[in-house]
């Protein structure tokens, strides 16, 4: 009895750990978005940005990035992963592997939480209004505004709630872990391919990590409040 008794005061330990570091990095994340945005908006970054993508181009033609020609062809495959096509194809499956799965309430709010995600993002593109980079040329065709990094901030709220989702319902431990991994490293490159490709600033991109992290984070929060802790954790 003793023993069981400080195996669930430990687990207790772990899970009280883990929702004050989920708050920890919501809080400072979002404190670090209010003041980028704020330096964005006085055209302080400017500089910065510009800098950073002539960086990524040959000095001579400013219309080739640096690097072998593999690397262009890579980073446009990369950015395509945090399309809307992409990403609706993704969210789709895994709704449907939920829903397979008998997971109907986690489906439920796996759709409402990244399509609610999706729209935050297109409200704050439409209120900043950031023009995009002209000082390289695009390699890929974009139409809408810079401000956040749609691809950064899609990819962030799809992949990390998908990820943390998965991660609920898994009893095996490393597949825990190895959701939220994966979520981690596409969102990363997937914004990095944006600035690399010359249609986003890196501060665009560090805006939709920031607020797709926020999100991702209250919807972790969310989860457990409306469909409660998993089982064993």
């Known amino acids: 009895m003793q023993h069981l008794k400080r195996h669930l005061t ?36 400017r500089a910065f940005d510009e800098s950073v993508l002539l960086m990524l181009r040959d000095t001579s033609d400013l219309g080739m990035p640096v690097g072998p020609a593999w690397l262009t062809k890579v980073m446009t495959d990369l950015t395509a992963l945090g399309g809307v096509t992409v990403l609706t194809l993704i969210v789709t499956l895994v709704v449907v592997y939920l829903a397979l799965r008998r997971k109907f309430r986690t489906a439920a709010f796996v759709t409402v939480s990244i399509l609610g995600g999706w729209g935050l993002s297109s409200i704050m593109k439409l209120g900043i209004a950031r023009p995009r980079p002209e000082v390289v040329q695009h390699l890929v065709e974009v139409t809408d505004m810079s401000f956040p990094s749609g691809h950064a901030m899609l990819s962030a709220i799809t992949y990390l709630t998908l990820g943390a989702m998965l991660s609920r319902i898994e009893e095996q431990p490393s597949l825990r872990y190895f959701f939220p991994l994966v979520a981690v490293v596409l969102t990363l490159l997937i914004g990095m391919s944006r600035v690399y490709l010359g249609v986003h600033y890196p501060t ?30």
């Open 10 to 45: 430990r687990i207790i330990s772990v899970a009280e750990a883990r929702v004050w570091l989920t708050a920890l990095v919501a809080a400072l994340v979002t404190y670090f978005l209010f003041e980028l945005t704020g330096e964005v908006l006085e055209g302080e970054t």
């Open 204 to 233: 665009d991109v560090l805006g939709g990590w920031a607020a797709g992290t926020v999100w991702a984070c209250a919807s972790w929060f969310a989860a457990r409040w409306i469909l409660g802790r998993p089982s064993g954790r």
